[in-house]
């Protein structure tokens, strides 16, 4: 139990026998083609049913016998004469399934939905659930992708991930595709079976060299190993290529040579791949190159791509993380605010995107915090469809090493009501296009599994990955349910295992967030290097613009209309006025919207410090809790799992009294103003490693310094 199966492990369930006449004893194809989505369906419904009840099915096509599970699409369905009555409308990707004893149909209105429809009957059966069903399901959204931040090469280490945390790319290596792409094919079918349809495999800080004859090449094969699962490639570009890769002397979207190099790339890219998904592009972010360079808009710099894949079905997810980590300046500028940029920078451009544009909006104003507001570009859009980038790899809640569960924070946001124009508009609605009637929108997620048999470094992080692909196609998916049917497909069948993940999970975003930042100051990591352990010093006095303005007696970034920044602005009228008044603001978000003394009052009674130094022991006496409820299931979950989640959360507990002392150590230093419980500070019963007679370690000085005890820890 490497966890390379992940959720498809297909493992045997109690009294698996026992289901044997209620199962299918055949599988029909119809109309399957070898390495497309229904062939695969076929071999799926062989080797889940072979593996969860040991029973084998016969392959066939007579679709007359009984006691046969049929899949194909609906086209395929009717032309082999079938015929359901009432069958219900379809859209692209949706499914019908009806299971009748071991008669089962799964339909497809494509072949993908074949597929996904054949997933589903598996995930019922791998549950347990083996009863009579007749269910027809449509995604909510038509672009439910993942992102890749895959390096083909990087420095000295080759096909390393950005922000990844699971070990090396599956798809490059030493700056080209790899020859065995075996893990590219497991992926898609992870993906697959949560219902996601396309994968940008290359990082959005992108390389030009990804458009060499032989890596498109290679690109080609890496959709080979995902067209069985229905998985479309996607890529990254870098917005400078033509002046890298091509030679011309520009890259301005608007001039005809670069215009004709971009149409001729593209070209060439769906000769090999001709059902690519599409293309991202980051430009004009962080050092990246964009149209802006020309004085040219956000928009023409879409379009010219948006143009290209025009008449290939493709589609352009532009990026709105647009600002410019160089011209910030808080000394220089109180009203300087990075999370104004997005909405600054996409103003008055709503018209002007192609149809085939996709605009990509991370979740937050800034960046993946462990609490943001949702980002106001949302309800700006309403020509253009918005995508919403969440993010599955932990980049600022704890990398993997730290248990955070994510689903219950994307149910927040999805279900957070921008009251565009006083109506409702919850983020859901206006990502599925609903709101605003799009045809294009829906989901990015940040994925970055790596070569890891774990896929992303740690078992427990994958039910992230699967809440994702489950909340993009019907966003109403409640966490816990998520969770169990995940644990029962991951782990096991045994209810005291689904009690334990489901507690330590659900309880960990909370604890998470009382341990590193909490009422809305962002997660407090350190900004400058690898967004990993507590640093708070290093929020401000930075270009990135993630401050948090603290100074000796108070803390907060004023983002309202009248005094602040102005980003309070940027949300529709209702949404506004909650946030612009003190009043009103959630306490969870106060110090995001307000800047307030370290004595100011919650709404809770507390001092907003002593709130700090509260949660803090708070949430990480709960990470405390996770190592003995872990601990009561041993046995109960197969050793290698055990003690590859056990050495986490062990860590986990420790690492949350790293952060827990130095941020409140950090505030008392700042404020001077004591704990009232007496705590922080006043480590009596403490001895320090440094302190301990040494055998085989030495004492290392820690920078920065509130990372350790006294600045010291032991190497
Ligand atoms: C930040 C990451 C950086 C990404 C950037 C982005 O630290 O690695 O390149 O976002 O999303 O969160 O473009």
Redesign the pocket.
């Given at each position: 139990e490497d966890g390379l199966s992940a959720w498809l492990r297909y493992a045997p369930i109690p009294h698996a026998k026992h289901y044997h006449d209620k199962l299918p004893s055949a599988v029909v194809t119809l109309n399957a083609t070898e390495g497309l989505p229904v062939y695969t369906a076929g071999e799926e419904l062989v080797d889940g049913i072979n593996g969860i009840f040991g029973k084998e099915l016969s392959v066939g096509d007579d679709c007359e016998r009984d006691s046969v599970v049929t899949v194909g699409t609906v086209a395929a369905y009717a032309k082999n004469g079938g015929c359901v009555d009432e069958l219900p409308d379809l859209i692209e990707d949706g499914y019908h399934l009806r299971i009748d004893g071991g008669n089962v149909l799964i339909l497809g209105q494509n072949e993908r939905g074949a597929l996904y429809g054949a997933f589903q009957y598996l995930a019922r059966l791998a549950q347990g659930q083996v009863t009579d069903d007749t269910l027809t399901s449509n995604p909510e959204v038509p672009v439910r992708w993942v992102n890749q931040?895959d390096n083909m090469r990087d420095g000295g280490t080759h096909g390393s991930v950005?922000?990844g945390y699971g070990g090396d790319s599956i798809f490059f290596w030493d700056g080209v595709v790899r020859e065995d792409l075996t893990r590219a094919g497991q992926y898609a079918r992870l993906l697959a079976s949560i219902g996601l349809n396309a994968v940008v495999v290359n990082?959005?800080?992108a390389n030009e060299t990804i458009l060499t004859p032989s890596n498109m090449d290679g690109l080609a094969r890496i959709a080979d190993a995902f067209r069985p699962y229905g998985i479309q490639l996607g890529l990254s570009l870098r917005f400078d290529s033509p002046q890298l890769l091509g030679d011309l002397d520009t890259f301005d979207p608007l001039d005809d040579d670069v215009v004709a190099w971009w149409q001729e790339k593209t070209d060439e890219l769906y000769r090999r791949i001709p059902d690519m998904a599409g293309y991202l592009v980051?430009a004009n972010?962080?050092g990246q190159p964009g149209p802006l360079t020309y004085n040219r808009t956000l928009a023409e710099g879409a379009n010219l791509f948006a143009h290209a894949l025009e008449p290939h079905g493709g589609i352009i997810m532009f990026?709105a993380?647009v600002y410019d980590h160089r011209s910030l300046d808080q000394d220089a500028d109180w009203k300087a605010d990075r999370a104004n940029a997005a909405v600054d920078f996409f103003e008055g451009l709503d018209p002007d995107f192609e149809d085939n544009v996709v605009i990509q909006i991370?979740y937050g104003p800034i960046?993946?915090q462990v609490r943001e507001p949702v980002s106001p570009l949302f309800a700006h859009l309403r020509e253009t469809g918005s995508a919403v980038e969440l993010q599955i790899t932990q980049?600022y809640l704890g990398q993997q090493a730290h248990l955070v569960y994510l689903a219950p924070m994307w149910r927040e946001l999805l279900d957070f009501d921008l009251r565009a124009d006083g109506e409702d508009s919850t983020l859901a609605s206006i990502v599925s296009g609903q709101r605003f009637n799009q045809k294009l929108a829906g989901y990015a997620g940040?994925v970055n599994v790596g070569h890891n048999t774990t896929w992303l470094g740690s078992h427990l992080a994958m039910s992230n990955l699967y809440a994702y692909g489950q909340l993009a196609w019907d966003s109403s998916s409640d966490p816990v349910e998520m969770l169990e049917a995940w644990t029962k497909m991951t782990f096991s069948h045994d209810q005291e295992v689904i009690d334990v993940i489901t507690k330590l999970s659900m309880e960990s975003w909370p604890a998470y967030e009382d341990y590193t930042g909490n009422l809305g100051v962002q997660t407090l990591t350190d900004i400058l290097l690898g967004?990993y352990g507590p640093n708070p010093g290093s929020q401000d006095g930075n270009p990135w613009g993630q401050w948090t303005r603290a100074d000796a007696d108070s803390i907060g970034m004023d983002r309202t209309v009248w005094n602040g920044t102005g980003f309070a602005g940027q949300y529709p009228d209702e949404v506004y006025e909650k946030y612009e008044n003190i009043e009103t603001t959630p306490d969870n978000l106060l110090l995001w919207f307000h800047h307030v003394p370290y004595t100011h009052v919650l709404k809770s009674n507390k001092t907003v410090i002593q709130h700090f130094y509260d949660a803090h022991y708070r949430g990480s006496a709960v990470a405390q809790t996770f190592v003995p409820l872990w601990e009561s299931i041993r046995g109960k979950v197969d050793e290698e799992r055990y003690e590859h989640v056990l050495y986490r959360l062990v860590y986990q507990a420790g690492h949350s009294l790293v952060w827990r002392d130095s941020v409140t150590n950090f505030y008392l230093n700042k404020s001077g103003i004591p704990d009232e419980a007496g705590r922080v500070g006043n480590y009596k019963y403490r001895i320090e490693a440094e302190d301990m007679a040494l055998d085989g370690y030495v004492p290392y000085l820690v920078d920065p310094f509130e990372a350790a005890s006294g600045s010291w820890c032991i190497v």
């Open positions: 931040w950005e922000r990082n959005v800080n980051k972010s962080e990026r993380f991370k960046d993946f980049e940040v967004h």
